[in-house]
Nanobody, 119 residues
Framework: VQLVESGGGVVQPGGSLRLSCQAS????????MSWVRQAPGKGLEWVSS???????GYQDSVQGRFTISRDNSKNTLYLQLNSLKTEDTAMYYC??????????????RGQGTQVTVTS
């Protein structure tokens, strides 16, 4: 059972990235899934979640700029990041669980993918 993120990189403010998270060992479609992030020197922060029935939720600071989606046939979770800001710089992790569970120390998370927004 594991999650593997990809798609991070270095972009300028206003740029875009698409993060992917490949799940293995379990059927992702049966679970709430989330993205969380950790900026340098800060704690883990919830970003967005999607339920098994495709309901979505976003942190206020990313609402309207980020879009979470899932392709259950590919067991893959996505996060489209648009209009990136320097304060979005962080390590991004996908996590199994809803907004609350995704932040538990015991939650299943991947190794992360780094997003750096800099001019």
């Amino acid at each position: 059972v594991q999650l593997v993120e990809s798609g991070g990189g270095v972009v300028q403010p206003g740029g875009s990235l698409r993060l992917s998270c490949q799940a293995s060992g379990f059927k992702m479609g049966l679970w709430h899934m989330s993205w969380v992030r950790q900026a340098p020197g800060k704690g883990l922060e919830w970003v967005s979640s999607i339920s098994s029935s495709q309901f979505t939720g976003y942190q206020d600071s990313v609402q309207g700029r980020f879009t979470i989606s899932r392709d259950n046939s590919k067991n893959t979770l996505y996060l489209q990041l648009n209009s990136l800001k320097t304060e979005d710089t962080a390590m991004y992790y996908c996590a199994r669980g809803d907004r609350t569970a995704s932040l538990y120390a015991s939650s299943l998370r991947g190794q992360g993918t780094q997003v750096t927004v800099t001019s």
